[in-house]
């Protein structure tokens, strides 16, 4: 409640802008009293110039980074640079990717671009793992992880979507680059895995269907263990067996 009504009075919006309305983002993410509280560190990561103004608004407005959430404003890519992101659209947007000023930069903002491994050894504590990493890039996905090669060698879970916007790209070659590095990707689905790499891939899964691709460190064998135990009951469930 208090993060909701925080972000829609930073981005001066009401529940029938972009933001989703209220009742369907608690559905979505229920937090119960009694629910432990962990203590974390959390690193946001926003080049849209409205959305990190709001999220910096209501990360203030809440006192948030004394409790370890830390917003900022980049975009990430496989290099450092500048990219240009739009600077007249409403708050909560979500569908723009570095390649969205192409066409009229002057309508744009310019944003400082680094990659992962970049933004770690600036922002993060170099000890430690990293519990999650979470990329959703409009397509740009593997562009970041091309970036994270570092980042990645001491994370325990990574996921980001996939879909129509992989115009360059090929999901098998991401599979591939972060087996190689030491992770098990999945398609994840609701309450189902279907493993997509260490010999599992077939040519239909570059379908730019929009799904999410989950990947687990197998240095991480009890998070291994889970997943794999969900991907085995996925493919010996009634239905792919009948």
């Known amino acids: 409640n208090a993060w909701y009504d925080a972000m829609t009075k930073a981005a001066s919006v009401d529940e029938f802008s972009l933001f989703k309305p209220k009742?369907?983002?608690?559905?979505?993410?229920p937090i119960k009293s009694g629910d432990p509280i962990f203590e974390v560190d959390m690193h946001c990561v926003e080049p849209l110039p409205v959305n990190i103004d709001a999220i910096k608004a209501a990360t203030k407005t809440l006192d948030l980074e004394k409790h370890g959430f830390h917003p900022?404003?980049?975009?990430?890519?496989?290099?450092?640079?500048?990219a240009h992101f739009p600077s007249s659209v409403g708050a909560g947007a979500e569908s723009f990717g570095l390649d969205s000023c192409n066409e009229d930069p002057s309508k744009c903002d310019e944003v400082e671009m680094l990659t992962v491994?970049?933004?770690?050894?600036?922002?993060?504590?170099?000890?430690?793992?990293?519990?999650v990493l979470s990329i959703d890039a409009e397509g740009y996905d593997f562009q970041?992880?091309?970036?994270?090669?570092?980042?990645?060698?001491?994370t325990r879970y990574v996921e980001f979507e996939y879909h129509h916007k992989w115009k360059a790209d090929k999901l098998q070659d991401a599979a591939n680059y972060l087996e190689d590095l030491g992770f098990m990707c999945y398609y994840l689905g609701k309450d189902k895995l279907?493993?997509?790499t260490n010999q599992c891939w077939v040519d239909e899964y570059e379908s730019h269907v929009w799904s999410n691709v989950g990947c687990v460190s197998k240095d991480e064998k009890h998070w291994l263990?889970?997943?794999?135990?969900?991907?085995?009951g996925t493919i010996y469930a009634p239905e792919y067996l009948s």
């Not at 970041?144 to 001491?154: C, S, Y």
């Open 72 to 82: 900022h404003k980049y975009a990430l890519s496989s290099k450092k640079g500048k």
């Open 117 to 131: 491994d970049d933004f770690a050894s600036r922002h993060l504590d170099s000890s430690g793992k990293i519990d």
């Open 144 to 154: 970041i992880l091309k970036g994270a090669t570092e980042t990645l060698k001491k």
């Open 225 to 232: 263990s889970d997943m794999e135990g969900l991907f085995w």
């Open 194 to 196: 279907y493993r997509i």
């Open 23 to 29: 009742e369907e983002v608690l559905s979505q993410y």
